[in-house]
């Protein structure tokens, strides 16, 4: 039994606002369902990824809908997709609108927007609102990387009902999978690992970490892929979310062509 899509769900004032633990629980099954099809032995792109095509189930399971623009991916020395550029203003990314080249990445930054969403409870595109505040990725972006502002752009609606430190950790996110450079942003089999902890904080600023029951987990079990230099620089600058020790393996044939050796991190 479906409840309908995700648009639905936050956007619809009558409906009751869905709590910081089940948006990052939506947000990582869907991950998950968009690193299955880029991790297929054939990746696939989906090329339409927003709100109103994540379908939830009676107990808020993410599931995507609508294939119809979903698109074979580049393989062996391919970079990219060249395609008539589809899809849906303020998901689609800046480089697929500019040149029609369509590649993984793309999908991560339409998967950033609906972050993006989930964080502030509003639309990608709503002209109901001032000018400078229309889009939702030029009004929020800058604020995703500096702590004092970020806060500020959290869904009131969730009335301070979860952990900063997590709040933190979800906006940086949001803001590398929002690159302007493609290159930069993550693969979603990273993102699956960053948003795994986050789902279980729940709380307020202080308070103590919720865990869900396992029957909560949403999606399969996927084989996790090489961890990109976003996740150092998000280390570095921001949240401190990848481990101490890192094992270096073969670079993930999804990586920029050139680019420095990547490394599993646990």
Known sequence: ????????????????????????????????????????????????FKTSNIL??????????????????????????????MGTYGYAAPEYVMTGHLTARSDVYSFGVVLLELLTGRKSVDKTR????QSLVDWARPKLNDKRKLLQIIDPRLENQYSVRAAQKACSLAYYCLS????????MSDVVETLEPLQSASVGANANVVSLSSSSTLGATLAMSAIPD???????????NVGARAVCRSPNPNCSPGGPAACRVR
Do not use: C
Not at 37 to 45: C, K, S
Not at 130 to 133: G, K, N, V
Not at 180 to 187: I, M, S, T, V
């Open 180 to 187: 302007q450079n493609p290159k930069a942003r993550p693969l």
């Open 230 to 240: 976003y996740r150092m620089q998000m280390h570095h600058g921001f949240a401190g």
């Open 1 to 48: 039994m479906f409840r309908g899509s995700l648009e639905n769900h936050l956007f619809r004032k009558a409906t009751v606002p869905l709590s910081w633990a089940t948006r990052m629980m939506i947000a990582l099954g869907a991950a998950k369902g968009l690193a299955f099809l880029h991790n297929a032995e054939r990746p696939v792109i989906y090329r339409d």
């Open 56 to 85: 939830l189930d009676s107990d808020y399971t993410a599931k995507l809908s609508d294939f119809g623009l979903a698109k074979a991916g580049p393989q062996g020395d391919e970079t990219h997709v060249s395609t008539r550029v």
């Open 130 to 133: 001032p000018s400078r505040e």
